[in-house]
């Protein structure tokens, strides 16, 4: 096992963007980046042993601080929606960036965690990123403190660890927006892979993509992948959900969560053979199927299009905060927020 880093690039105000590379005895290669907390590169093995790049990204960091799809970066302080754009938290009013018609998508999408510098350290067989950010900043209340770690094993297991602290309740919703191609970044349309969800129902949401305060079952819609089915299957279909997002771009349920590492994904590129499992200790996941990826440059030469990859985005519910019936994402104070989301390659 080694980590090694390079440069990446210069962020805006003169400091180095760096580039750490983990190495596992099998090939196995993971790159990760200070900015946004990025993951940069994903070398897996397909069905014969052969190493391709399956995360869509870009060769420079500078490229990051564009990124309209949120490539690979940490999303936070909150991911996802938060609805009219504004919450009352122990009675005081705060409001936030109005980016997505009414709504917060992703906090703020220049100044949120995912175009920030963090600061970063190797050790062991991994690297850890870590941010402070301000009482008040983007419209969420404490002084936060958050620290995301890459840990890569001889087993091919990529773990993404994340703890936050805050000296306020606030909201804390990081995810990982990394898009997925197991045939390889450049290999156009995910809508062949194979796709089994241990999640039995999904929060359904409103044509602003803000879950109603449903929790509906999958069974018998095109929502079910509870039984390994081919994304593209029934993404077109005539059915209102998938009418709204545009396709899949919704939020499942993890069956039986408890707060416990659990399996819930498990992703198969038919050509390559490679295959990916997933697990989280999180109550959700975010199934977006790249239906609005705007066409962009990307790593080697790369084109990025429509549906050219696909996230599993781990989180809490969206707008839970509106929404008492959900798991909470407040915390602070005496709560500390810890997660772990795992890719394992095999």
């Known amino acids: 096992m080694s980590v090694t880093v390079s440069s990446f690039g210069t962020y805006p105000d003169g400091r180095e963007i760096k580039l750490y590379t983990i190495s596992n005895k099998k090939g196995m290669e993971v790159a990760v980046s200070d900015i946004g907390a990025a993951l940069v590169r994903v070398m897996a093995p397909d069905r014969d042993g052969n190493m391709a790049d399956v995360v869509l990204g870009f060769d420079r960091g500078e490229d990051y601080l564009k990124n309209p799809s949120f490539m690979g970066v940490v999303v936070g302080p909150s991911a996802n929606r938060i609805a009219g754009a504004a919450y009352t938290l122990e009675g005081i009013d705060y409001k936030l960036d109005m980016n997505d018609g009414v709504n917060n998508l992703h906090s703020h999408k220049e100044k949120g965690w995912h175009k920030r510098l963090w600061d970063s350290v190797a050790e062991g067989n991994g690297v850890a990123f870590t941010l402070e950010d301000a009482d008040g900043n983007l419209g969420f209340p404490g002084k936060k403190r958050a620290v995301v770690t890459y840990l890569l094993d001889e087993e091919n297991a990529l773990t993404v660890h994340y703890h936050g602290l805050s000296d306020r309740r606030t909201i804390l919703n990081p995810t990982n927006h990394t898009y997925f191609n197991l045939e390889g970044h450049a290999s156009g349309s995910i809508e062949g892979h194979e796709l089994w969800l241990g999640a039995s129902r999904y929060t359904p949401a409103d044509e602003g993509s803000i879950p109603t305060g449903e929790i509906t079952d999958v069974k018998g819609t095109p929502m079910d992948f509870t039984v390994s089915k081919k994304v593209g299957r029934d993404i077109g279909a005539d059915f209102e959900q998938l009418r709204f997002a545009g396709g899949y771009d919704h939020n499942w349920i993890v069956d039986g969560w408890d707060g416990r590492l659990r399996h819930f ?81 095999c």
């Open 265 to 345: 994904a498990t992703l198969k590129g038919p050509v390559s053979g490679r295959v990916m499992e997933a697990y989280t200790t999180l109550p959700g996941v975010q199934f977006y199927a790249g239906n609005f990826i705007e066409r962009q440059g990307g790593k080697g030469g790369a084109v990025y299009d429509y549906r050219g990859g696909m996230c599993l985005e781990t989180q809490y519910f969206p707008d839970s905060i509106h929404k008492p019936e959900f798991p909470s994402s407040v915390f602070g104070g005496d709560r500390e927020y810890d997660s772990v989301t795992v890719f394992r390659f």
